[in-house]
């Protein structure tokens, strides 16, 4: 790289910077997340991992900062299948997420079942956010100010709302409150419906369409009407920047109404934010977005399970928030591979020709690693290769025959920290459970227990001679992959007078029955050396 100076800032610094000189401590950071299902990394990137990292960078500045992490408990059930069965979305459809019980009977409720493996997870990416849940904000006496003052304000808070509604407005006389019903634990606009208001008694006669109940119920059980709950929480947090998905980001949408209803009628500036674009699953060659309640996803909790948490913290932070980003778990070497790349570059090791591509990798490392990365560079060790290596492991616990396998296929160093090795025995692990669950059908490795007739038909005199001369060679010393794949293509092109292309199909016939499978060189040299050169020797 050369010394020419190139501007460069991340997206988070120059945030952090603007929050910093508004001045206005403690800084808080609020996202929402509500526990409609399944908790999946495209939530994450926006509600999570990005305004992580401007908290922790905010924190690195020397300031006093608040990360809340709202849990939207008071919402409404709108569950579909394939997550739940039709009877199940039916049966609770507009209740209180609160009161749906756990649909599969191990937990105490619908949120305590999504919620629990989330809060496992969430120590892996080192991030902790104060979590709060909206039925505890409702008993809050700031959020029961506030609750005071739109009630006072009902007539004026309609005609700001309906600017926005185009022709659906909202009649005179609408109490933008919703109620639950008593009976059956409704609360979405759907089914109940607010009569009327007591702020003496903190109570609310309601009508439900549910169960057909009439009754009146206390206010903190209920909730606002969710554009004024997300001004309200601003207020009630002083919340100083939330991020928020690009579905609020349009003009005339749910976030400009809210900005509007909280400088025009509730005496507050809204706070800075961020549209972030989302992440979609690819399934079948189709982009679908993900979606808690609709059961498409990729869980939060199976990240740290496949991969280095800071691999799926780098992949968002090295991208704008308005980078629309596809995923499927096929990816997940590519991604590592991308992350490893990055971490060369932080090292020196290895940079990119572009500058401002160079330094956007280097702060994102920084910034996946809380901006504390680590002293030395890691022992990289190729996701493919880990996925190959625990495979040929018949007991992955133990050490010395991974480490006896990793050795005669790649350098590591003898002198390795126990740090670095216990990194590498951690990616071959996490390898193993993405090949058992994820892997595309090329990344699967079984191999035959014998050569098969069939494989044997295939293949002719010159070609089974050739495979006696690689077992000859394997035997003559010591190989590297490196030098191990420039043996294969001179026994083809100088011996055997066969393409390397032929006979790299030969090799892979006689282990796997198919002509493609992981890099030979590596995988050759990973098998037992007599297991080897027996295979080879077979058929000559």
Not at 49 to 70: D, F, Q, S
Not at 209 to 231: F, I, Y
Not at 274 to 299: C, H, N, R, Y
Request: hydrophobic fraction near 40%; include cysteine; charged fraction near 30%.
């Amino acid at each position: 790289m050369t010394n020419r100076k190139v501007y460069y800032k991340h997206w988070i610094d120059e945030e952090a910077d603007i929050l910093v000189r508004l001045n206005h401590p403690p800084y808080v950071v609020n996202t929402g997340m509500a526990i409609s299902g399944l908790i999946h990394i495209g939530k994450c990137r926006s509600d999570l991992l990005c305004p992580g990292a401007l908290a922790i960078r905010l924190e690195n500045l020397g300031k006093n900062v608040k990360h809340y992490l709202t849990l939207y408990t008071q919402d409404p059930f709108k569950a579909k299948p394939p997550l739940v069965k039709s009877d199940f979305a039916e049966e609770y459809r507009g209740v209180r997420i609160l009161d749906v019980p756990c649909p599969e009977g191990c937990c105490e409720s619908w949120v305590e079942h999504f919620l629990n493996p989330f809060r496992s997870a969430l120590s892996h990416f080192e991030i902790h956010p104060l979590m709060i849940a909206t039925t505890e904000m409702y008993r809050m006496p700031k959020m029961k100010k506030m609750i005071r003052v739109i009630m006072e304000k009902q007539e004026e808070i309609r005609r700001i709302a309906n600017r926005f509604r185009g022709e659906a407005k909202k009649p005179p006389g609408w109490i933008p409150f919703n109620p639950l019903c008593n009976k059956c634990h409704a609360i979405s606009p759907e089914f109940t419906e607010a009569l009327s208001i007591n702020l003496e008694n903190w109570t609310v006669e309601y009508q439900c369409k549910k169960c057909e109940d009439h009754g009146v119920s206390n206010m903190e059980m209920g909730k606002l009407d969710w554009r004024l709950e997300w001004a309200a929480i601003w207020h009630v947090l002083d919340v100083d920047f939330e991020p928020f998905g690009k579905d609020h980001a349009m003009a005339g949408g749910s976030r400009e109404s809210c900005s509007a209803l909280a400088k025009e009628t509730l005496g507050f500036e809204p706070p800075r934010g961020q549209p972030f674009e989302f992440v979609a699953m690819l399934i079948d060659g189709k982009s679908i977005e993900m979606t808690s309640s609709g059961g498409v996803s990729f869980d939060f909790d199976e990240w740290p399970k496949v991969a280095e948490p800071e691999v799926l913290k780098y992949w968002y932070l090295i991208m704008k928030p308005m980078k629309h980003l596809e995923f499927n778990p096929a990816r997940i070497p590519y991604l590592v591979n991308e992350y490893d790349r990055a971490e060369t570059a932080y090292f020196g090791i290895e940079e990119p020709q572009d500058l401002q591509i160079a330094l956007a990798m280097k702060r994102s490392y920084e910034l996946a690693h809380n901006e504390t990365p680590p002293k030395e560079v890691p022992i990289q060790v190729p996701y493919d290769h880990a996925a190959m290596v625990s495979q040929i492991i018949s007991v992955l616990s133990d050490r010395k025959a991974v480490l006896k396998v990793l050795r005669r296929t790649m350098p590591i160093p003898t002198e390795a920290s126990e740090e670095n090795i216990k990194y590498v025995l951690e990616r071959i692990r996490r390898a193993y459970y993405w090949t058992t669950k994820y892997a595309p059908a090329r990344y699967r490795i079984s191999i035959l227990p014998e050569i098969s007739k069939d494989v044997k038909q295939q293949l002719r005199e010159r070609e089974k001679e050739a495979l006696g001369l690689f077992a000859d060679a394997l035997e003559a010393r010591k190989w590297t992959p490196v030098d191990l794949k420039a043996e294969i293509y001179r026994i083809a092109r100088e011996v055997a007078k066969i393409s390397p292309k032929r006979f790299f199909q030969v090799i892979y016939l006689v282990f796997f029955g198919q002509k493609s499978g992981p890099q030979i060189a590596p995988f050759i040299l990973s098998l037992d050396d007599e297991f080897v050169v027996e295979r080879l020797r077979e058929l000559r």
